[in-house]
């Protein structure tokens, strides 16, 4: 398995719901990352979890609040989300060791609208 | 901290020309670089990499040389097809632990 499976693809939200992002990947990876995508933009940094332990925040508002329950998931909550919080969502994850050490594997992302 | 400058696009092409799109990188230390893919829709998939000066990536018919000594990593193909119309992001580590992405470069290759 090579792949970071991203759920749900789709999801449209309002302002006082509370939904989750959920990613996995089974490749043993322990480093694992949530990016955000604006339209026609690169990825920007969120978070990065290494060994299920939270190692870089890139000062993200706590409406976004992450959890890496175990080595192969990774989720991220959502609560009380702004119209502006829409984009793509991207999980990415990398082992901590090896050749490859300094590739990142992403995921096909999780379309978010905040109504 | 590290930055990526890529041209600016959209870079438009006929089939079976030649594509280059350039990158110059600023980064501390013996950086990684990177050229990810991102076809409409969908996420970013990794299209080739190096790691050191001189080394030269490839896949699917596209390349790229390390070149320490001007800090640039282009990227180049030499018959593009429809099929390769997407955005092209280079991108820089100089650390394990995160990228550095330029602002992409989109492709659109015409029949």
């Known amino acids: 398995d090579t792949e970071v499976t991203q759920t749900p693809k789709h999801l449209v939200m309002g302002m006082t719901n509370k939904k989750s992002l959920k990613c996995e990947q089974h490749m043993g990876h322990r480093a694992m990352y949530w990016y955000k995508q604006k339209a026609k933009k690169p990825p920007e940094l969120m978070f990065v979890?290494?060994?299920?332990?939270?190692?870089i925040n890139e000062s993200v508002p706590s409406r976004f609040s992450p959890e890496c329950p175990n080595s192969s998931l990774l989720n991220l909550h959502l609560h009380a989300l702004q119209p502006e919080d829409s984009a793509l969502y991207l999980c990415a994850s990398r082992p901590t060791g090896g050749r490859g050490a300094n590739v990142l594997t992403f995921g096909a992302g999780s379309r978010l609208t905040v109504l | 901290g590290d930055s990526v400058t890529q041209m600016e696009g959209p870079v438009t092409l006929s089939e079976e020309a030649f594509l280059t799109i350039n990158c110059t990188y600023t980064?501390?230390?013996?950086?990684?670089l990177f050229w990810y893919v991102q076809y409409p829709g969908e996420g970013l998939q990794l299209l080739l990499k190096a790691t050191k000066a001189d080394d030269k990536g490839s896949n699917k018919g596209f390349e790229a040389t390390y070149r320490k000594e001007t800090t640039s990593f282009h990227l180049e193909k030499g018959s593009v097809q429809v099929s390769d119309s997407a955005v092209y992001f280079c991108?820089?580590?100089?650390?394990?632990?995160?990228?550095?992405f330029g602002k992409g470069t989109m492709l659109l290759v015409s029949p």
């Open positions: 980064a501390t230390g013996y950086p990684s």
């Open positions: 979890y290494s060994y299920e332990k939270l190692s």
């Open positions: 991108a820089t580590n100089s650390g394990y632990s995160t990228l550095t």
